[in-house]
T-cell receptor, first 113, second 117 residues
Framework: GEDVEQSLFLSVREGDSSVINCTYTDSSSTYLYWYKQEPGAGLQLLTYIFSNMDMKQDQRLTVLLNKKDKHLSLRIADTQTGDSAIYFCAESGRSGNTGKLIFGQGTTLQVKP | GAVVSQHPSRVICKSGTSVKIECRSLDFQATTMFWYRQFPKQSLMLMATSNEGSKATYEQGVEKDKFLINHASLTLSTLTVTSAHPEDSSFYIC?????????????FGPGTRLLVL
């Protein structure tokens, strides 16, 4: 079935780079997404990548996609304390055009000053 | 980016009462909205897909008579938790689907925290 897995916790020091990893099972996913959730808030779309791309960079964020291994990563350069949050990866799976997303369980990023 | 609002942000109610949660897309029209439920320290669980002008599609295990969804316009969907019980206490998040600006994207509301006493 459709499944998305993430590590649950990552701790880094301010100024370091953070790398959050995600694996997914459905190779038919057209888009893969990264969302950020701050405490008590909804999800904020950070970035997305189309399945025929290997990499996408947007300011401090770099997304790498290894379609063969079904592995997605989000790198945050120069991590700041404001980056502390839960990060969810999501895939569109076999939903076709319904828009349904399958989320991982979320990675809590802790940034220490 | 696109903005989605939810109202109320927090609600406390007595067991047996019904609670209505609104989800609005503020600066775009959303033919499809989604309702999620999130338990503490867990991921989002899709409850139902709400299409404007038609009946909602519920995920397996979600009671449609318990969680009533109405998508009356292109900018508003409502979720009514009927005869709420303490086990319905959760964080409810809606999202609205914005059709292609390069990708299908979902924009999420800030969530509604429901506490049933």
């Amino acid at each position: 079935g459709e499944d998305v897995e993430q590590s649950l916790f990552l701790s880094v020091r301010e100024g370091d780079s953070s790398v959050i990893n995600c694996t997914y099972t459905d190779s038919s996913s057209t888009y893969l997404y990264w969302y950020k959730q701050e405490p008590g808030a909804g999800l904020q779309l950070l970035t997305y990548i189309f399945s025929n791309m290997d990499m996408k960079q947007d300011q401090r964020l770099t997304v790498l996609l290894n379609k063969k291994d079904k592995h997605l990563s989000l790198r945050i350069a120069d991590t700041q304390t404001g980056d502390s949050a839960i990060y969810f990866c999501a895939e569109s799976g076999r939903s076709g055009n319904t828009g349904k997303l399958i989320f991982g369980q979320g990675t809590t990023l802790q940034v220490k000053p | 980016g696109a903005v989605v609002s939810q109202h109320p942000s927090r609600v406390i109610c007595k067991s047996g009462t019904s609670v209505k949660i609104e989800c609005r897309s503020l600066d775009f029209q959303a033919t499809t909205m989604f309702w999620y439920r999130q338990f503490p320290k867990q991921s989002l669980m899709l409850m139902a897909t709400s299409n404007e002008g038609s009946k909602a599609t519920y995920e397996q295990g979600v009671e449609k008579d318990k969680f009533l969804i109405n998508h009356a316009s292109l900018t508003l969907s409502t979720l009514t938790v009927t005869s709420a019980h303490p086990e319905d206490s959760s964080f409810y998040i809606c999202s609205a689907r914005s059709l292609p600006r390069g990708a299908e994207t979902q924009y999420f509301g800030p969530g509604t925290r429901l506490l049933v006493l």
